[in-house]
């Protein structure tokens, strides 16, 4: 039976790594005590029911890592981890499939100690959603925030990465990526990278439902000429905030009718940054269209700056989006203003 007892010594080692990964998500990241203790305790206990049946060192002398044959087996996947929240489902996935593996082998030794290692990895479903929740309370920090910057790289002169950094050291909560005209592959190469270099903060990609999947986005905002809100709901389901654009009242309430979980009303003034931008609405207009709509989170979008925003917020909008006023000039100047006058709470982790 040592095979049976390399299995159980690979997965219980393949557990306790991926308790470890999640464990240190729960402690350093979310630092929520409860949890980090539950999990600690979890795996403790696991490692303690697997011990019954075999010592550590019948386990230890079990392997044979020379001849493993599946050591030099990979895939891509493995190797790719979109965020935080990407290497949190990943290792929970790992904790569960070894759970299940180590529950299927003990059956042959010890048939009641498997049925409480059953308890064991419902229990775990329990934990994992606790802590997969904490994510979601994450991607509600959305509505707590004032200022949403959009970048759109072909509208700077800027180096993207160098943004990226200062976009990180700023620690701005939300960024929506804007990148028209460009391959399918540098939007998403992009995306990845700043999910990657802004890893505590909200991302969301601009038009592209496909490449906010494939970078691990937080979100993605749709306009009429996208994929339609009701497909995208469709297959973001709830793991991605989804906003939508509306140019007038009528296709504000068209889209209120469906619950997106924001609407961008715009331009409300004249902007440069978009050259196919409807005729702009005016101030007096766009905020009696939101203050007709008071259950709806509702964004302010075109030709915003520090005044224009606080007015809009002021008559009935929850946040407005940025352009040329953060990313035109200095970056990190820009965004020191929005600070002074919405506080590091509007708009800051």
């Given at each position: 039976m040592d095979?049976?007892?390399?299995?159980?010594?690979?997965?219980?080692?393949?557990?306790?790594?991926?308790?470890?990964?999640?464990?240190?998500?729960?402690?350093?990241?979310f630092e929520?005590?409860?949890?980090?203790t539950s999990a600690k305790n979890f795996r403790h206990r696991f490692s303690h029911f697997v011990k019954r049946s075999f010592s550590a060192t019948e386990l230890y002398i079990s392997r044979d890592i020379a001849e493993d044959i599946g050591k030099e087996i990979s895939t891509d996947e493995e190797e790719i981890r979109s965020g935080l929240e990407a290497i949190f489902y990943s290792n929970a996935g790992r904790v569960k499939?070894?759970?299940r593996v180590v529950e299927e082998f003990l059956k042959l030794f010890d048939p009641a100690l498997a049925k409480e290692v059953e308890k064991l990895r419902y229990e775990f479903y329990q934990l994992e959603k606790e802590a997969a929740e904490l994510f979601n309370k994450r991607t509600g920090v959305f509505y707590s925030k004032k200022i949403y910057p959009v970048f759109s790289p072909k509208c700077f002169d800027k180096d993207f990465k160098r943004v990226c950094d200062i976009l990180r050291a700023s620690r701005i909560a939300i960024v929506q990526l804007r990148m028209k005209g460009v391959s399918t592959k540098e939007y998403t190469d992009?995306?990845?990278?700043?999910?990657?270099?802004?890893?505590?903060?909200?991302?969301i990609i601009n038009d592209r439902m496909d490449v906010a999947l494939a970078s691990g986005a937080n979100g993605v905002h749709i306009g009429d000429s996208d994929m339609d809100y009701k497909t995208v709901r469709s297959l973001a389901g709830d793991s991605l905030l989804v906003g939508v654009s509306a140019v007038n009242g009528k296709k504000f309430s068209e889209y209120a009718?469906?619950?997106?979980?924001?609407?961008?009303?715009?331009?409300?003034?004249?902007?440069?940054?978009?050259?196919?931008?409807?005729?702009?609405?005016?101030?007096?207009?766009?905020?009696?269209?939101a203050s007709g709509h008071?259950?709806?989170?509702?964004?302010?979008?075109g030709g915003i700056n520090t005044d224009r925003a606080e007015k809009?917020?002021?008559?009935?909008?929850?946040?407005?989006?940025?352009?040329s006023d953060i990313f035109e000039g200095d970056i990190e100047k820009n965004l020191q203003r929005y600070v002074d006058r919405f506080g590091d709470e509007g708009v800051l982790i």
């Open positions: 095979s049976v007892k390399r299995i159980i010594d690979v997965n219980l080692n393949r557990f306790n790594e991926g308790m470890r990964v999640l464990e240190e998500l729960l402690r350093f990241y929520d005590i409860k949890l980090t499939e070894s759970i992009s995306a990845k990278y700043m999910r990657t270099a802004l890893s505590e903060s909200l991302i009718a469906l619950a997106p979980d924001y609407i961008g009303l715009g331009p409300v003034f004249k902007t440069s940054s978009k050259s196919d931008a409807s005729s702009p609405l005016g101030e007096k207009a766009a905020i009696k269209i008071p259950d709806v989170f509702k964004v302010a979008i809009l917020i002021k008559g009935g909008f929850e946040m407005a989006a940025v352009v």
